[in-house]
């Protein structure tokens, strides 16, 4: 009977045809409908993946301002300022026909983004687009005003509110919103009503030979809609996908070979009524496609609705208006594609397993003896060097026109797809390392070394989660290090800056606001609006700033905010005595690694009158703030003469015992607007701590989640070891040292490998910025990978291994 039963056919002659293979895949699913609970885990991997995916590629299409914004259906834009505004307007409209004219003057406010009075036809030919009604109606009458939401909350008044504007009495008809740029605070009236615009923008069509005949005034060159920069964001949408779609078929393969040994009786119990090797691959293939297809579909659905969900949202972060239906539904397609394909090709290894496996041997659930590999880690070294070189010559991060984004995304794919080519030969190294260990510990991972497949597969998951939280958590130290191109939160909760006028939130330098709209500058209105700021928010610590005009550049890279000038004030308000200071030093700073920078200089001036400080000297104050707003970065008196331009005024700085209040806030809000001033407050940014912590966290999650899975399979198969153990005396810990044990080992390994390659990355990433960039390690983030990891991993082995499993009580017949 036994010879009859493992009597196969592999080759198929004679295999049924199509009715067998309809009967297999019935029977797959109702298998998958059975149990579907056990495969839980790998459908809300993939559901979420393919979610995740569907929202990524909106907020990564949708995030940038549109190419158009500021032009709406125009395809030239002019601007118009000056004395001879009005006849310069009358010429481009006798010249090019119809265009659409757009009038603004500044409007104070008190907030720090600055305000228009803009007359517009909210039905223009070509401004339409950058025109929308929230509620009410459009003023036509010169008494009457719409306002955007913003500027209307700021002024606390609504609709039917009368509102006593700069050019006499309006009521407020109606609340509108500019849909390209919802950062565009104006109040509009009628065409024609602005009787002194300070600019004007011109909306036109033209051919290039009519724009080539047309004799513009110095200042007034047409702009075009900028072209779309560097690669598609869908493209690098495409690639976190598929990166997101590695990891989960690692845990597939694994989560697939627990569900072939669970149903090994039920796949003997179909070979031995003559299904042949291929229907048992199929069988385990088709569930394979079956969980991909229920997770892609519910993937797809859940990523829609979160989409819908999140979209008001994205509205509100990305500054503009985004349609229901603007997803790419290519990249959505292709992801639901990609993973039921990731399913299917995670089930091919456990279904050859499976159809290997002898009849008789799963009939009496018999686990699969392991078969020896020998695979080498060439290919996967190789893979890895090719990719961190790409990265290498990629022109690093952060550089600009200089930096190649599609070599670096090649790079980060052929460095992942290393990282899990190596892992395999990686668990080698285990069993190895079991020599002279404890009985208990040399089984545990000469076991690991012996199921190779299904360990390997789970180490390069827990490497490639770990991978990528170590490197969102050294690239976020790296752009929070550079101490040129600074980054990070503005200020802290308890801090209010004033801004004077005629500043850059004054001057309208805020998203969409023309450049050259200014507000005059009077010293004595803003020292008395910032004492009344003072009162508004109950402080008596107010900090006054002197500010330069001079910019910070490491060759010709740089955005380093305001230098402010370091006064004997703000020096004794953080505690810094003067003689500390040095001498010779032009530039004082909280920043770390700007002393130990080269190629430094500080420029003033314009083209007509530049200035340059070359090589200043560079002293660092650890009492300095380090907020991007704060005062972070000095210009001594010996500097600012060097560099031979004056001073200005930069503002107040407020700092009260407590958070600021929103009615804190509001009240020195109106009175900064009453001044023509503006204030600051703490920003959404995210800090340096918050990044890493999320990042980590989320990289141990998954690690952890996927031990959990693969842990169990391997202790199952290596049962009868436990068999043995029990008979010749083992106890209840033994057992629970093993899976620890197993859990702690496949932990701290997959931690180095994940560490090891992204340090390598970001090596090569910053590689003319090391010392600057990876000079300080996130040593809370290593410990929490490097040990916390295999230590929780081990502990939570050991504490659900004490039940005895079922295999220990009742062994299997042969």
Not at 256 to 263: D, E, I, K, P
Not at 639 to 658: I, K, S, V
Not at 759 to 764: Q, S, V
């Amino acid at each position: 009977m036994t010879a009859a039963v493992e009597s196969r056919n592999p080759s198929g002659v004679g295999g049924g045809g199509a009715p067998a293979r309809r009967a297999v895949l019935r029977w797959a699913w109702r298998l998958f409908r059975r149990e579907w609970r056990q495969q839980i885990l790998l459908l809300l991997l993939l559901t979420l993946a393919v979610a995740a995916t569907v929202v990524g590629a909106g907020v990564a299409t949708d995030t940038p301002p549109p190419l158009a914004a500021g032009f709406g259906a125009a395809t030239q834009l002019v601007p118009v300022g000056g004395p001879g505004l009005t006849a310069e307007v009358q010429r481009l409209r006798e010249h090019f026909g119809t265009v659409d004219v757009i009038e603004e003057q500044p409007l104070a406010t008190g907030a720090d983004d600055g305000a228009r009075l803009r007359s517009q036809d909210p039905h223009g030919a070509y401004g339409s687009a950058m025109l929308a009604l929230v509620s009410g109606r459009y003023p036509v009458a010169a008494t009457e005003v719409a306002m955007t939401p913003a500027l209307a909350k700021t002024l606390g008044l609504r609709v039917g509110s009368a509102w006593p504007g700069p050019a006499g009495d309006r009521t407020v008809v109606g609340l509108v919103e500019n849909p390209q740029n919802l950062l565009d605070v104006f109040a509009l009236v009628p065409p024609g009503t602005l009787t002194a615009p300070a600019q004007a923008t011109v909306l036109l069509r033209a051919t290039s030979q009519a724009l080539a005949s047309y004799s513009f005034p110095a200042g007034e060159q047409p702009r075009t809609p900028p072209a779309n920069p560097g690669i598609d964001p869908t493209l690098i949408v495409l690639s976190a996908a598929i990166f997101g779609l590695i990891f989960v078929g690692l845990v597939a393969v694994a989560g697939f070979s627990v569900m072939a040994q669970r149903r090994l009786r039920a796949l003997g119990l179909l070979s031995s009524v003559g299904a042949r090797d291929r229907h048992v691959r199929l069988a385990l293939v088709a569930n394979g496609g079956v969980v991909g297809l229920v997770a892609a579909l519910a993937g797809g659905l859940l990523g829609v609705a979160a989409w819908l969900a999140y979209r008001p949202r994205l509205e509100t972060v990305a500054h503009h208006r985004i349609a229901w239906n603007a997803l790419p539904w290519w990249l959505v397609g292709a992801a639901m594609l990609l993973a039921v394909a990731t399913t299917i090709l995670a089930a091919r290894r456990p279904a050859r397993a499976a159809a290997r496996a002898s009849v008789v041997g799963a009939l009496a659930e018999r686990p699969t003896s392991p078969r020896t590999a020998h695979r080498s880690a060439i290919p996967g070294v190789l893979a890895l060097a090719a990719g961190i070189l790409m990265i290498f010559l990629s022109g690093g991060w952060g550089n600009g026109p200089n930096s190649n984004t599609a070599l670096q995304l090649g790079g980060l794919l052929a460095t992942s797809a290393g990282l899990l080519l190596v892992t395999p030969a990686c668990v080698t190294v285990l069993s190895v390392l079991a020599g002279r260990t404890p009985v208990v510990t040399r089984l545990a991972l000469r076991d690991l070394a012996r199921y190779r497949a299904r360990s390997g597969a789970a180490l390069a998951a827990v490497s490639f989660a770990v991978f990528l939280a170590m490197v969102v958590s050294l690239l976020a130290g790296g752009r929070f290090a550079d101490a040129v191109d600074y980054a990070g939160p503005n200020l802290p909760a308890n801090e209010l800056l004033l801004h004077p006028a005629g500043s850059a939130a004054q001057r309208g330098d805020g998203p969409g606001a023309p450049a050259h709209l200014s507000t005059p500058d009077n010293p004595a209105a803003d020292r008395a609006a910032a004492a009344a700021v003072g009162q508004a928010v109950g402080t008596a610590d107010i900090l006054e700033l002197r500010a330069t005009d001079a910019t910070l550049l490491q060759g010709f890279r740089g955005d380093p905010g305001t230098i402010y000038l370091a006064t004997p004030q703000l020096l004794r308000h953080y505690g810094i005595d003067p003689a500390s200071v040095d001498a010779r030093a032009d530039l004082l700073t909280s920043r770390a690694g700007l002393d130990k920078m080269t190629r430094l200089h500080v420029m003033a001036g314009g083209p007509d009158n530049p200035a340059d400080l070359q090589t200043p000297v560079v002293q660092r104050l650890a009492k300095l703030p380090t907020g991007a707003s704060e005062p972070n970065l000095l210009i001594t008196s010996k500097g600012l003469a060097e560099l031979g331009f004056p001073d200005r005024p930069g503002g107040w700085l407020f700092t009260t015992p407590r958070a600021l209040t929103a009615s804190q806030i509001n009240a020195a809000r109106q009175v900064a607007a009453g001044a023509t001033t503006s204030i600051e407050t703490k920003s959404e940014a995210p800090s340096l701590d918050q990044l890493r912590t999320w990042s980590t966290t989320a990289g141990v999650l998954l690690a952890l989640a996927v031990l959990a899975m693969t842990v169990g399979l391997i202790r199952s198969e290596s049962a009868r070891d436990l068999v043995t153990l029990t008979a010749v005396g083992a106890a209840r810990r033994t057992r629970r040292a093993l899976t620890g044990i197993t859990a702690g080992a496949l932990g701290l390994m997959g931690a180095l490998l994940g560490t090891a390659v992204a340090y390598l990355l970001t090596i090569a990433l910053f590689r003319g910025q090391l010392a600057e960039k990876v000079g300080h390690p996130p040593v809370a983030d290593l410990v929490a990978v490097l040990i916390g990891l295999p230590v929780v991993a081990g502990a939570v082995g050991w504490l659900l291994a004490g039940r005895e499993p079922r295999t220990l009580a009742r062994t299997p017949a042969d």
